[in-house]
């Protein structure tokens, strides 16, 4: 006799707030009191006609702060955005131009932008598995890049799927207690098939005997097949700090490749189990591979029929950038194509089914190359403790500070107390975000992608909004590159989420 249970659903994620008064976090609380003292103050040194107007002053200011869209962004952020696009414009930097005429160094096709001062290197891990090193010397990162084969869930039965994202949420609490993991980035990368590979398999297995009936259905589906079909690609970025700890010495490449070899077969060992099928990490070759397909597309069908016949082509890290960019406003032209990348606004609200991402992630007619990346930021389990009583007191403050609580505030106190008791038994914490990139060919197909991928988020219920101003950087850190966003940043993430 069996009992069907209802399927089990994930959720409780919250977005860290500080305290303050009427929703205004604490920069609108101080901008707040500084400006009422200050206004009392010009009161009673003059009049109050001029406490009256500074007030005013202060009060338009505080608007730019308290006034946010549905994205979250407030009138002051957006401005800033728009005045440092203008300055990216004036000077010429959203324009980039490699190669023999460019402006690159040495003549050659360098990355652009954030990965520009990247090194890559390639060791053997003890398995004798090669696998690339890749350097951000700005930010004193290594990333290691993992290859993986999902099974999928088609066919799986829904407890052996309630397994998977259990191992999944256990792996990603275990990188809080591994030592100088700084992020971990999942992406997801669907492409049209070219067909290679179905055409090598065929014809090497096509027996010379065979009828001539039998050879050519065999080729006839060769040719037809691939039209239309589309592959999936999975990559996992993990991202180490050069420094084991926090003022410690920061090593070498040649002292991360001797450690990360021994580390790395119980890293992909542990994945495994999560669903990703088999995993492997990617050697130096492979990853300027998937770098030089993603900023020219047309290069993937002469890579495939490369490695078809046998004869890999030689390509190295300076010369699998693009040999022109230019990034738009909401739009980022590279090489063969046209990018537009949008970021998570919102994660969805309440409690979702772990094939939430399935519709998001499948392949679609109107997007040619479509690439969702997962970032995720590991809390030392040290900090994550703090970080769960300051949201919970946050929370509790913004409750308590009104006399008729709004529902959502007492959700999120909810939220807050239930992530610091699971925190308290041992659970992991970690920040997330998400990069959707999706690619075209042809530039009359841009508003189709754009519409798509409005479908598709709204399906997962996930809250999307373009990366303005900053496309070229988006489309770079939703490659497996393991690119830490916040260490670019010059202004900090956590002022910047209260502007």
């Known amino acids: ?39 009392v103050i010009v009161t009673m040194a ?104 999902p099974d999928g869930a088609a066919l799986v039965d829904r407890e052996q799927v309630d397994v998977w994202v259990a191992e999944w949420g256990m792996w990603l609490a275990s990188l809080g207690d591994e030592p100088g993991i700084e992020a971990v980035s999942v992406t997801i990368e669907t492409a049209p098939d070219t067909g290679t590979r179905l055409r090598r398999e065929v014809n090497s297995r096509i027996d010379p005997a065979a009828p001539e009936f039998a050879k050519s259905i065999l080729h006839d589906l060769v040719r037809q097949y691939p039209a239309g ?26 002292e991360m490749g001797r450690e990360l070899a021994s580390r790395l077969p119980g890293l992909t060992q542990s994945l495994s189990s ?44 300076p010369e699998v950038g693009p040999t022109a960019h230019q990034a738009n406003w909401d739009t980022y032209r590279h090489d063969s194509a046209v990018s537009v990348t949008w970021m998570m606004s919102g994660a969805p609200r309440g409690n979702v089914p772990s094939s939430i991402l399935a519709r998001l992630l499948a392949p679609h007619r109107d997007v040619a190359r479509k690439r969702v990346t997962l970032l995720y930021r590991p809390i030392d389990a040290a900090k994550a403790a ?71 988020s709204a399906t997962a219920r996930l809250r999307l909004r373009i990366v303005h101003g900053s496309q070229d950087s988006a489309f770079a850190a939703a490659l497996p590159l393991g690119l830490v966003l916040p260490k670019h940043l010059r202004i900090p993430s956590e002022v910047r989420e209260q502007l």
């Open 1 to 39: 006799m069996t009992t069907n249970s209802a399927p089990r659903s994930y959720g409780n994620w919250t977005k860290p707030k500080t305290a303050g008064l009427l929703g205004l976090g604490s920069i609108g609380t101080a901008i707040l009191f500084v400006g009422a003292g200050f206004s």
């Open 46 to 149: 003059s009049n109050i006609l001029n406490g009256v107007v500074t007030a005013i002053v202060f009060g338009m200011f505080l608007l730019t702060v308290a006034v946010k869209d549905k994205h979250g962004q407030s009138l002051l952020m957006r401005a800033t955005t728009r005045v440092g696009w203008i300055v990216t414009k004036s000077t010429g930097t959203h324009i980039y131009r490699s190669g023999p005429l460019g402006r690159a160094e040495w003549g050659t096709a360098q990355l652009p932008g954030l990965a520009a001062g990247s090194r890559l290197t390639e060791w053997h891990d003890s398995y004798n598995r090669p696998f690339a090193l890749l350097q951000i010397p700005t930010t004193a990162d290594y990333t290691v890049v993992i290859a993986t084969e």
């Open 229 to 254: 079909s589309a592959t999936i690609k999975a990559y996992v970025a993990i991202t180490f700090n050069a420094a084991a700890r926090v003022g410690g010495k920061k090593r070498t490449p040649d």
């Open 274 to 317: 999560t669903g990703a099928g088999a995993t492997r990490p990617l050697s130096a070759q492979e990853l300027c591979e998937v770098i030089r397909v993603a900023y020219d597309p047309a290069a993937a069908r002469l890579i495939d029929d490369a490695n078809a016949a046998g004869e890999p082509p030689e390509l190295y890290w």
């Open 386 to 456: 703090a970080i769960v009583e300051a949201d919970v007191r946050a929370s509790t403050f913004n409750l308590q500070s009104s006399n008729k609580p709004t529902a959502r505030s007492m959700t999120a106190t909810r939220a807050a107390l239930a992530t610091a008791q699971e925190e308290a038994s041992g659970a992991g914490l970690v920040n997330f975000g998400m990069l959707v990139t999706a690619t075209v060919i042809d530039t009359s197909h841009e508003a189709d992608a754009k519409a798509a991928i409005d479908n598709l």
